[in-house]
């Protein structure tokens, strides 16, 4: 797709017909041929055109100015913001050229030496590109010194960073055109690989180029492949055995902090993959050993943060795993769009948990409140995008203004969601239903307010515009909150509705809604995905997502515990929990020793029912002929044992459990998980005097008596058996002293 291309036609030939660029093309980059747009865009910036270039990640955006530059008098100035990047650049294009000048870098990085060397470079017409960040371009030394010298362009890398709307806004950017102004009447070319329709409006009309020639790919990677699964405490454990099936195979893992990309980088090297992290807390030295390490496959795998990016250029990058999800769309695009560049093959996973969503909204709230709603606004669209059960590519290129045939497009079944449907069900009714609110509540809402309007749901949004008196308040009731979400997601897809970007996501009903409010015809929809995470679910949904569960022997595991609790006359949960099962049934432990890296299951525990457990699997593991995976074991870096000596020191010197979590950094919950784990692996924790302070005598002994009848453990249940009487600290206490006294 290219905008503006034909009333531009004759500007791209005015002095980029005597440049024979295809004999350029081989002599400097050894391509015999241009990618996609990059002919058009090269001609255009070599015709002193302003141009803007929309190309996702993977597209050839780089050579777009690079070989311009090459080509033409003076020096391209490229701005860029990641340090790691203009690196990588800067080494790609000196090992083009015989001389080390060819390209340069001026950034904070630099030392008064390095920078004279690079001036002198530039004086001399050595220096065809300056790869500069934004806040360089505002010292006032550096500008001085550019006006002064032959400047051929100015390309702008990343330029969705210049819009407020966009993913990855830097207040820095919004100054480039005034600088770019003081060097002189010069071209600007604009790139980038991740702009929806109002993010590229905003750069065009922010960098006073509403003039440029437009050049805009398709967003369409028919080489990827899709897929979100859910997040659960075991995710390390999927992500090992994800690798594993991948082995020799480059990645990237994407963390939200760099505590967790440290702590996933140990656990990939204590269980045998190279590994090395890279994130912005890391010196630049380190920095650059890693990527190059990367680079040179001396290692198959980095492990980085979100926030910084990484600035590689790695074609065979084969998978890319989002260990937490994004805060955008665009960001999410942009990273999974590191893997396949060499156009082979590309899987891209994420783990979804709704927790994590709500992390990144704590982290929004001490943030203005307008970059709060659109942070929001940017999240919400993520959450979408992982709970869907449409066709995810679909659902992409929609958000970036692309329309896609997902029946006959190319990479059309490249996608969890393709490959295993949900059924469909009929929903014309309820579409019409859903357009009329829309309209009928005069457009002021967005989907929560519009979705509480059919529900019957008050909040102040709906009582101050007094929505919740209208005939139609309450019509959609017959269907749940969960219901209506979904339906909204494929009808703003399929076009009945639009998503106001400028006011952070309120929908207003399309000319194409109008007409089906006019003229309903078939809707056939697929309900959500609903993500389980409850903490005993935690395993289930692992084994599930990865396929690997062995449903036979969990039955015959579950009919043995049965039969060994009858036998010590408890509830079947005091000798091994559900999750433990589960995990046997994935890992087939066959010794005593195995068995303890099983999840929830210690030494004191294993070796008091593990016996009978073990003699099944192995005979299971015999008459099946199965070959057990032995690569699912997972080593613990020793993080979390630490933590287990000390609660486990501490409770036994009865300090106070506040005191305990205050001292390890954590909260009550954190904490009572941690002693959750301690007890079900099978060690004792005496935490009566806590609990005597808290329940009284007869409290424990009601408590006691429920967890001892009872068919499950999960809190849950206990908090509706007990309907208020005790919140759920308490039963979770009383919980960890029962499995304490009667499993331990």
């Known amino acids: 797709m290219v905008a503006n291309l034909d009333k531009n036609t004759r500007?791209?030939?005015?002095?980029?017909?005597?440049?024979?660029?295809?004999?350029?093309?081989?002599?400097?980059?050894?391509?015999?041929?241009?990618?996609?747009?990059?002919?058009?865009?090269?001609?255009?910036?070599?015709?002193?055109?302003?141009?803007?270039?929309?190309?996702?990640?993977?597209?050839?955006?780089?050579?777009?100015?690079?070989l311009p530059a090459l080509l033409q008098e003076g020096t391209a100035i490229v701005v860029s913001p990641l340090i790691a990047l203009m690196k990588n650049q800067v080494d790609a294009i000196r090992s083009l050229s015989a001389t080390e000048g060819v390209a340069h870098v001026l950034n904070s990085s630099l030392n008064k030496t390095e920078v004279n060397q690079v001036k002198k470079d530039i004086l001399n017409g050595v220096t065809k590109l300056l790869y500069v960040a934004p806040e360089s371009l505002t010292k006032e030394e550096y500008v001085a010194f550019l006006q002064s010298v032959p400047i051929s362009f100015v390309a702008i890398d990343e330029a969705h960073c210049i819009s407020e709307w966009g993913h990855d806004f830097r207040p820095e950017y919004r100054n480039l055109r005034s600088i770019i102004k003081q060097l002189g009447n010069v071209p600007v070319i604009g790139l980038t690989a991740t702009a929806t329709p109002k993010v590229q409006e905003d750069i065009l009309k922010n960098l006073d180029m509403t003039d440029a020639a437009v050049y805009k790919a398709s967003f369409n990677r028919p080489n990827l492949y899709y897929e979100v699964r859910t997040k659960t405490k075991n995710v390390e454990a999927d992500i090992i055995r994800f690798i594993k099936q991948n082995k020799g195979k480059s990645g990237i893992i994407y963390c939200l902090s760099r505590k967790k990309v440290e702590e996933i980088s140990n656990v990939l090297q204590v269980n045998g993959?190279?590994?090395?992290?890279?994130?912005?807390?890391?010196?630049?030295?380190?920095?650059?050993?890693?990527?190059?390490?990367?680079?040179?496959?001396?290692?198959?795998?980095?492990?980085?943060?979100?926030?910084?990016?990484?600035?590689?250029?790695?074609?065979?990058?084969?998978?890319?795993?989002?260990?937490d999800i994004p805060k955008s769309l665009e960001s999410y695009y942009q990273e999974t769009g590191r893997a396949g560049r060499d156009g082979g093959e590309g899987h891209c996973l994420a783990y979804y948990s709704y927790k994590d969503v709500e992390k990144l909204e704590k982290f929004m709230a001490g943030k203005p409140v307008a970059e709060q709603e659109i942070g929001y606004a940017l999240l919400q669209e993520v959450v979408a995008y992982a709970e869907t059960s449409m066709s995810r590519r679909k659902f992409l290129l929609h958000y970036f203004g692309e329309e896609f045939d997902s029946d006959t497009g190319e990479g059309a079944d490249m996608d969890d969601n393709v490959r295993n449907p949900k059924s469909k069900i009929e929903a014309k009714d309820q579409v019409k239903m859903l357009l009329e609110v829309v309209r009928d509540t005069k457009h002021l809402y967005k989907s929560k307010e519009i979705v509480f309007t059919l529900i019957g749901r008050v909040n102040a949004t709906i009582k101050a515009h007094r929505t919740d008196s209208q005939p139609f308040f309450g019509c959609?009731?017959?269907?749940?909150?969960?219901?209506?979400?979904?339906?909204?997601?494929?009808?703003?897809?399929?076009?009945?509705?639009?998503?106001?970007?400028?006011?952070?996501?309120?929908?207003?009903?399309?000319?194409?809604?109008?007409?089906?409010?006019?003229?309903?015809?078939?809707?056939?929809?697929?309900?959500?995905?609903?993500?389980?995470?409850?903490?005993?679910?935690?395993?289930?949904?692992?084994?599930?997502?990865?396929?690997?569960?062995?449903?036979?022997?969990?039955?015959?595991?579950?009919?043995?515990?049965?039969?060994?609790?009858?036998?010590?006359?408890?509830?079947?949960?005091?000798?091994?929990?559900?999750?433990?099962?589960?995990?046997?049934?994935?890992?087939?432990?066959?010794?005593?020793?195995?068995?303890?890296?099983?999840?929830?299951?210690?030494?004191?525990?294993?070796?008091?029912?593990?016996?009978?457990?073990?003699?099944?699997?192995?005979?299971?593991?015999?008459?099946?002929?199965?070959?057990?995976?032995?690569?699912?074991?997972?080593?613990?870096?020793?993080?979390?044992?630490?933590?287990?000596?000390?609660?486990?020191?501490?409770i036994d010197r009865k300090l106070s459990l506040e005191d305990i979590a205050s001292a390890k950094g954590m909260n009550m919950d954190a904490l009572l998980r941690e002693m959750e784990q301690i007890v079900y692996s099978g060690t004792k924790l005496n935490i009566n005097y806590w609990v005597d302070e808290i329940l009284d005598e007869e409290q424990q002994e009601e408590i006691h008596s429920y967890f001892m009848d009872s068919e499950t453990d999960h809190i849950e249940e206990a908090l509706r058996e007990f309907d208020g009487d005790y919140d759920i600290e308490e039963l979770r206490l009383m919980r960890i002293k029962f499995i304490s006294e009667v499993a331990n």
Not at 13 to 38: C, P, T, V, W
Not at 294 to 304: G, R, W, Y
Not at 483 to 507: C, H, P, S
Not at 624 to 631: G, S, V, W
């Open 11 to 66: 500007n791209l030939r005015m002095n980029s017909n005597e440049i024979d660029i295809h004999g350029a093309l081989k002599k400097y980059f050894g391509f015999s041929q241009f990618k996609g747009l990059q002919e058009n865009v090269i001609r255009s910036v070599i015709g002193k055109q302003n141009t803007f270039v929309i190309m996702p990640t993977g597209g050839g955006k780089s050579l777009c100015y690079q």
């Open 273 to 323: 993959i190279s590994a090395v992290p890279y994130h912005a807390g890391l010196d630049a030295k380190t920095r650059a050993k890693h990527q190059d390490m990367f680079l040179m496959e001396d290692v198959e795998l980095v492990v980085a943060t979100i926030a910084f990016g990484m600035g590689i250029d790695k074609p065979d990058v084969r998978f890319v795993i989002h260990h």
């Open 476 to 650: 959609g009731k017959a269907f749940d909150e969960r219901y209506w979400m979904a339906l909204i997601r494929q009808v703003l897809v399929d076009g009945f509705l639009n998503k106001d970007i400028e006011t952070y996501g309120i929908l207003k009903v399309s000319e194409l809604g109008h007409a089906f409010i006019e003229n309903p015809s078939s809707f056939l929809m697929s309900e959500d995905h609903e993500y389980s995470e409850s903490e005993d679910d935690t395993i289930v949904a692992a084994a599930k997502s990865s396929g690997t569960s062995d449903e036979v022997l969990m039955g015959m595991l579950k009919e043995l515990r049965k039969k060994v609790a009858k036998k010590l006359g408890v509830p079947p949960f005091v000798v091994f929990q559900d999750p433990s099962l589960e995990d046997m049934a994935l890992k087939y432990p066959i010794t005593i020793d195995e068995l303890t890296t099983i999840h929830g299951v210690g030494e004191g525990k294993a070796k008091k029912y593990g016996k009978d457990f073990i003699e099944l699997i192995a005979r299971y593991v015999e008459d099946n002929d199965i070959i057990r995976p032995d690569d699912l074991v997972v080593k613990s870096t020793g993080a979390n044992s630490s933590n287990k000596l000390y609660i486990i020191q501490n």
